[in-house]
């Protein structure tokens, strides 16, 4: 039996109220609705937002403590599901993929052991040019990574096959 590798999907930006929380509800209902097994993480640290709308499937953690930090990322392979998304807190973006690149996450998944997805929400201030600025490391890996798909259904990164989405679809 082969295993899927993890699949971690990064929701976030250095701004509050640009839509973060609205995209991860979306990509959890999305993943629920084709019967993709996903756990998610709210950093928003000790409220979680999040976790108000999907209480079964969210923990909330605090991205600054190594311990929370094990929680994601050493429990990848060991993870049931095998989807992972990360709703990062407002001004805590820029910080979270220094630490992945810090702790060898974004090498790991160049060497193709992890799918790892970024959704960068920008807000409509000229400070949202900054944030891409600050993560332009990130631009030049998913460039590598990326620059073979035109477009990627979302089913695809988990490798979902189409067979098992039409059946879904049928019954």
């Not at 409220?47 to 403590?65: Q, Y």
């Not at 060497?111 to 600025?133: C, K, N, R, W, Y």
């Amino acid at each position: 039996m082969i295993m899927a590798k993890p699949v971690v999907i990064v929701v976030g930006a250095d701004k509050g109220g640009v839509g973060k929380t609205t995209v991860s509800r979306t990509l959890l209902d999305y993943f629920d609705a084709n019967n993709i097994p996903t756990r998610a993480f709210d950093t928003e640290s000790p409220r979680g937002t999040l976790k108000r709308f999907h209480p079964d499937t969210t923990e909330i953690v605090d991205m600054t403590t190594t311990s929370d930090q094990m929680k994601i990322f050493d429990t990848l392979n060991a993870a049931s599901p095998s989807v992972t998304v990360i709703d990062v807190r407002a001004g805590l973006m820029s910080p979270t993929l220094t630490s992945l690149r810090d702790i060898g996450f974004l090498d790991a998944a160049r060497a193709g052991q992890i799918t790892f997805a970024v959704f960068h929400m920008l807000g409509p201030s000229i400070a949202s040019l900054d944030e891409i600025a600050a993560t332009a490391y990130v631009r030049h890996w998913l460039t590598n990574v990326w620059r073979e798909f035109d477009r990627i259904q979302l089913t695809d990164l988990v490798g979902a096959s189409k067979s098992a989405r039409i059946e879904r679809k049928a019954s």
